[in-house]
């Protein structure tokens, strides 16, 4: 996976941990950002985010939890995405490495 800087105030507004891996997937016919989080905090889970944007001006995103699999499993929560979501992918998922919006 490549690495890529995020800027914007949606993609800040998921909370990750330093050893936690990102990967940007894609995103949903209406445009809300999805992405595969690995935490390793507690033990190892995939969680399946999608982010779209809040309706409050300078909120940032609104995060929605899709799915929390056990382990690391960032395959799979591609597979999910595509399916539950309908998600456009990019191929292969980018790793993302988010900054606070300045």
């Known amino acids: ?14 909370v990750v941990g330093p050893h936690d891996d990102v990967a940007w997937l894609g995103t949903t016919p209406t ?3 999805v992405y595969a989080v ?5 033990g190892i889970f ?3 985010y ?3 944007e809040s309706a ?8 929605h939890l899709e799915a929390v699999l056990p382990g690391g499993r960032l395959r799979e929560a591609r597979q999910l995405a595509a399916y539950r ?3 456009r992918l ?13």
């Not at 996976?1 to 998921?14: E, G």
């Not at 690995?38 to 507690?42: D, E, K, L, W």
């Not at 990019?90 to 300045?102: G, H, N, T």
């Open 1 to 14: 996976m490549c690495s890529r800087s995020i800027q914007s105030n949606i993609d800040a507004a998921l």
């Open 31 to 33: 445009g809300e950002g």
């Open 38 to 42: 690995v935490h390793r905090r507690g």
């Open 46 to 48: 995939t969680h399946l």
């Open 50 to 52: 999608r982010v779209a």
């Open 56 to 63: 409050v001006r300078g909120r940032g995103g609104l995060v």
């Open 85 to 87: 979501l309908s998600a």
């Open 90 to 102: 990019d191929a292969p998922p980018v790793r993302v490495v988010l900054q606070a919006a300045e």
